[in-house]
């Protein structure tokens, strides 16, 4: 194709099917998973997907793109080395990509591209990350020390490098849940977002308890059947209680924003440290119907954002650390020519019950209508599920896209995930 290329010249957009996602129950940090590795995680969510829908022959996926946010060096080349160590033919080609929280959004993002201009006829999506197995980096003064050992050139100047040795220099780096630019923790900073929008302590606990509520009675009807692959002993996520109700959850001390007056946000009603791995199968209808398998819904549409929250959240305003799908969503509607009220489905990833209900607000502001909680996580969403970074786009997009398909109707779903650096990604899924 020429760089002026006639509209007759340039590639067809093809619809893109979602056709199924496998993911693990996801664990508490420290708990069942805790010598699970990235690798270990997403190859045994991979050959579920795998398993379910018969890609174990040769040349049966195109492409695997996947992430992780917590990467130990021996991640370099994740996605390939879970491709390597899968039921998938090792001559699948895979790559890794990363954006924080929205990494396995954008995975399926750009695995959808592919296939839409006719480059590659299937993928697989997703991520996996593990809190308990956390990189540990070198102390930097260590580090410094042990480089400019290795560049001497003789073994006396190798030991008087390595005797600037300090028993401090020894303690390892542990990564922490903190943006860069400003030291704080993601909960600070939406403690920071729910004083500024005015969100309530009841308002985020009956949000909590109802994600629990709701994810609970998905098991129960068997919804998860065919896209949680137990693992290492679970069979159903490892946070969801149940019984929670706001009253239970109002007993719980604050853990967030406690130097200011009035803290509402508590470990119940925050998403908790959690290990895990979700991926979803994407195809083109033809290579979906040669195979006889159901698309349950179409990929139609996606957006980014990003709001400076190392200036305007610190300083007490709305932009706070997780608020640009405020920005993404009404960005998103414009370009496609739909509102929120042509949404049968709405899906917003509860990093915190309190940026939730502050997304929802600043969508009201920006005049979108008021979300129908009736349509809001229907199924339960990370309060309950919990939330390993990576893995949290993909397990939203197979739940989605199986909820518009057992409606047996024509329908559609908006996608909302917000991402640790102020970004946020969104996407909308459609069954026609």
Known sequence: MSPLATPSERPRVRRVAVIGGTRLPFARSDGPYATASNQHMLTAALDGLAERHGLDGPGAVGE?????????????????????GSRLDPRTPAYDIQQACGTGLQAVIAAANKIALGQTESAVAGGADTASDAPLGVNDRLRRILLEARRARTTGGRLKALTGIRPGHLVPDIPRNAEPRTGLSMGEHAAVTARAWGISREAQDELAATSHRRLAAAYDRGFFDDLVVPFRGLDRDQNLRPDSTPEKLAALKPVFGLKDPGPTMTAG????????????????????????????????????????????????????????????????????????????LIEVHEAFASQVLATLAAWEER??????????????????????FAATGARIVATLAKLLAERDAPGRGLISVCAAGGQGVTAILERP
């Open 269 to 344: 009603n925050s998403t908790p440290l959690t290990d895990g791995a979700a991926v979803v199968l994407l195809a083109s209808e033809e290579w979906a119907e040669a195979r006889g398998l159901e698309p349950l819904a179409f990929l139609t549409a996606y957006e980014t954002a990003a709001v400076d929250f190392a200036h305007g959240d610190v300083a007490g305003g709305e932009d706070g650390l997780l608020m640009a799908p405020a920005y993404a969503v009404p960005r998103l509607l414009e370009r496609t020519g739909l509102g929120l009220d042509d949404f049968d």
């Open 64 to 84: 695997f793109v996947a992430g992780a946010v917590l990467k130990h060096s021996r991640d370099f080349n994740l996605a390939r080395e879970t491709v390597l």
């Open 367 to 388: 005049g979108l209508p008021e979300v129908d909680r009736a349509r809001l996580n229907v199924a339960g969403s990370s309060l309950a599920t919990g939330h390993p």
